[in-house]
């Protein structure tokens, strides 16, 4: 079950603090209790939409090996703007910086994504990410 949170800021917060620690330590399990299925992801390159668990793991172990091959040491995530479209509902924009060591892997990009309560928890539906120089990443995410 997820805390009480006062704000939308704050659920958009608390996961990507969940999923950041679960794409850096290599957590599945984290990583997929995030996120509900069929889910869409949107990048520059394309859509794809995420149906089964199988199909989760796949951009998670893209993704995670991206960051291996960029020997990634940081996942620097803020939520810019969240806001409650209605109870169970809230559309939150963060932007993401890969780090290597001292130096960005590659352009900070904004993501923006759809978070839906379920039950107790919130969790996301949703992502349309921003990507423009490293069509490896896009790739990873939007097949």
């Known amino acids: 079950m997820t805390p009480d949170f006062t704000t939308a ?5 608390y996961l990507l603090d969940r999923t950041g620690k679960a794409l850096m330590s290599g957590d599945f399990d984290l990583f997929a209790s995030c996120f509900v299925l069929p889910h869409v992801i ?62 960005l892997v590659q352009k900070p990009y904004p993501v923006m994504s759809v978070l839906r309560k379920i039950g107790e928890n919130w969790i996301i539906s949703d992502s349309m990410y921003a990507i423009e120089d490293q069509p490896a990443h896009a790739k990873a995410l939007s097949g």
């Open 42 to 103: 949107e990048t520059f390159q394309g859509r794809r939409t995420v149906e089964t668990v199988d199909d989760l793991k796949k951009v998670f172990d893209g993704v995670t090996a991206y960051f291996r091959q960029k020997n990634v040491t940081e996942l620097a995530r803020h939520c810019v703007e969240a806001e409650f479209r209605d109870d169970d509902t809230i559309v939150a924009t963060h932007m993401s910086r890969v780090v290597s060591g001292a130096r």
């Open 9 to 13: 800021k704050d659920v958009s917060e």
